[in-house]
T-cell receptor
Framework: DQQVKQNSPSLSVQEGRISILNCDYT??????FLWYKKYPAEGPTFLISISSIKDKNEDGRFTVFLNKSAKHLSLHIVPSQPGDSAVYFCAASLYGGATNKLIFGTGTLLAVQP | KAGVTQTPRYLIKTRGQQVTLSCSPI?????VSWYQQTPGQGLQFLFE???????NKGNFPGRFSGRQFSNSRSEMNVSTLELGDSALYLC???????????????FGSGTRLTVV
């Protein structure tokens, strides 16, 4: 049962334009959502997170939006740069106070064309 | 400070063999989590260790096991390897105090295991 879904395996965007990566989830008890970026032959690196009590969090070119009623979150990258080309994973947590478990989506490969 | 170190980087094993992977977390981090990454499946949680105790476990068969030492270094072991165990195994470290939800884990570069 895939509780976190990224339905677009890939996305291609022109340099300078906006990239929008989407993620859907099924468990309304998730309390934090995170985005990670992964280059080939490297481990994922943390990008940005959002608490379930907020609907937006911004960090430089990256903004994450959370729509709890639709159980949907998205990552906006503006403007997109060729160095942003990577696989992006969304992840969700169930904070039980004694665990660091994250549930990841299957990833979206972003290609930013120069 | 040094990042998360995983060894070896690449490994080729034969079906039926066993394998041990190692992870050294960031100095001061007491939590180590392991994930399996396969194409089309994303990252699947294996288990988490905190202060030498397994704190959570994913839905993997008992052939997958792990442990953590007093210096926080962790190992995971897979016995009786199957072809389907071919994957990138990622280790992630954090302080274990809940900051993961704001700052995320720090992942190592992973061990690429190929079972033939």
């Amino acid at each position: 049962d895939q509780q976190v879904k990224q339905n677009s395996p890939s996305l291609s965007v022109q340099e300078g334009r906006i990239s929008i990566l989407n993620c859907d989830y099924t468990n309304s008890m998730f309390d934090y959502f995170l985005w990670y970026k992964k280059y080939p032959a490297e481990g994922p690196t943390f990008l940005i997170s959002i608490s379930s009590i907020k609907d937006k969090n911004e960090d430089g070119r990256f903004t994450v939006f959370l729509n709890k009623s639709a159980k949907h979150l998205s990552l906006h990258i503006v403007p997109s740069q060729p160095g942003d080309s990577a696989v992006y994973f969304c992840a969700a947590s169930l904070y039980g106070g004694a665990t660091n478990k994250l549930i990841f989506g299957t990833g979206t490969l972003l290609a930013v064309q120069p | 400070k040094a990042g998360v170190t995983q060894t070896p980087r690449y490994l080729i094993k034969t079906r039926g063999q066993q394998v041990t992977l190692s992870c050294s977390p960031i100095s001061g981090h007491r939590s180590v989590s392991w994930y399996q990454q396969t194409p089309g499946q994303g990252l699947q949680f294996l288990f988490e260790y905190f202060s030498e105790t397994q704190r959570n476990k994913g839905n993997f068969p008992g052939r997958f096991s792990g442990r953590q030492f007093s210096n926080s270094r962790s190992e995971m072991n897979v016995s009786t390897l199957e072809l389907g165990d071919s994957a990138l195994y990622l280790c992630a470290s954090s302080s274990g105090q809940g900051g993961i939800f704001r700052y995320g884990y720090t992942f190592g570069s992973g061990t690429r295991l190929t079972v033939v």
